[in-house]
């Protein structure tokens, strides 16, 4: 079978990690190379970052990302395992790397400007409003503009002739 690369984004147990960050981490690699993947990166992202609800009662979370070279039939069973480790994982997002851009994905993770790039593409997202008009919302009048018209209701004046 081809070996895939796989970035892998876990959110850990902020108390698990704080306490033993490279205890964590060792269990990840080993989770990982047990299914016979190969760990091309691993670093921190963000291990103290507030989290939006909270996981598994936990109100904050460490983020850390693994970039592995793994055979595709062996992901499912990795997943698997990741998820039978509630205590440390609480929650991962594994995805493939298409390959013209590993090379280029994983020069940009090794930077320490790296980690700050990615966060500040996150709160630059999260400031996004979203156009009324592409999710099927009314978009409001500008100026004298009339309203455009609706589509399937009809007001009184719009009444057929008899």
């Keep these: 079978m081809a070996k895939q690369v796989y970035e892998t984004l876990f959110l850990l147990d902020p108390t698990k990690v ?24 691993s670093r921190p992202w963000d291990y103290n970052h507030k989290l939006t609800y909270p996981i598994k009662k936990q109100k904050k979370g460490s983020f850390h990302i693994v970039y592995y070279t793994c055979e595709s039939t062996k992901v499912v069973e990795l997943e698997r395992d990741f998820a039978l480790q509630p205590e440390v994982i609480l929650r991962q997002l594994t995805t493939k790397l298409d ?20 966060l500040r593409g996150m709160q630059e997202e999260a400031q996004v ?27 009184a004046g719009d009444a057929k002739p008899e």
């Design 18 to 41: 704080s306490a033993d960050a490279e205890g964590v981490k060792n269990q990840l690699h080993a989770l990982i190379e047990r299914h016979g993947g190969a760990i091309d990166l």
């Design 99 to 118: 390959p013209k851009w590993k090379d280029e994905i994983l020069k940009v993770a090794r930077e320490e400007q790296g980690n700050a790039f990615a």
């Design 129 to 155: 409003q979203t156009d009324p008009a592409a999710i099927g919302g009314e978009v409001p009048p500008m100026g004298d503009a009339p309203p455009p018209p609706r589509r399937g209701r009809r007001d």
